[in-house]
């Protein structure tokens, strides 16, 4: 099967109060966990103050269909798609859609990868969100595995 992986950014229009930008969040990774769960698409989404930045990967149809609703999503607003690209395997095969905001623990992730302070879209490329969102994945797991 043919997969492609692509990844954009946009602007969060969840507003300033964070309980209510919690709660959207966790509705949009639900929504997105259920749907991509039945369509074979798998990523991980990243927020970090009021930008969302997201990847995506899975068979070119239901990605492209995946992000047809993404970019008519009223939550959201901006969005900039940063490329496509076909791939071989998957970087997010065990995540429906993995994410979240960023955390403390997650900072020296950021670091390393170049962004201490909020996350610039200027300098977000398709390769770069992949490196960055894959080392958050990895944390992500390692943490789950610590915990269980
Ligand atoms: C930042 C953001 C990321 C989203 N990511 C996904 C996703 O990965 N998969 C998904 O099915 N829906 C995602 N959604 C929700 C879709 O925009 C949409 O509400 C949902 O897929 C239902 O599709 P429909 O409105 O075309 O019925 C996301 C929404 C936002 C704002």
């Given at each position: 099967m043919h997969l492609?992986?692509?990844a954009y950014h946009s602007r969060s229009r969840l507003g300033s109060d964070h309980r209510v930008m919690l709660q959207g969040l966790r509705d949009i990774l639900s929504i997105a966990r259920d749907r991509n769960g039945a369509t074979g698409v798998t990523g991980y989404l990243l927020y970090d103050r009021d930008l969302f930045a997201q990847v995506l990967e899975g068979p070119r149809a239901a990605v492209e269909a995946v992000m047809k609703s993404i970019r008519a999503d009223k939550r959201h607003d901006t969005v900039l798609v940063l490329g496509h690209r076909p791939v071989?395997?998957?970087?997010?095969?065990?995540?429906?859609?993995?994410?979240?905001?960023?955390?403390?623990?997650?900072?020296?992730?950021y670091l390393r990868h170049g962004f201490s302070q909020a996350l610039?879209?200027?300098?977000?490329?398709?390769?770069?969100?992949?490196?960055?969102?894959?080392d958050l994945a990895?944390?992500?797991?390692?943490?789950?595995k610590i915990m269980a």
């Open positions: 492609v992986q692509t071989l395997t998957r970087d997010f095969g065990a995540w429906s859609m993995g994410g979240g905001t960023r955390s403390i623990e997650q900072q020296e992730v610039d879209p200027i300098r977000l490329s398709l390769p770069k969100l992949v490196a960055l969102a894959g990895r944390l992500e797991s390692q943490r789950r």
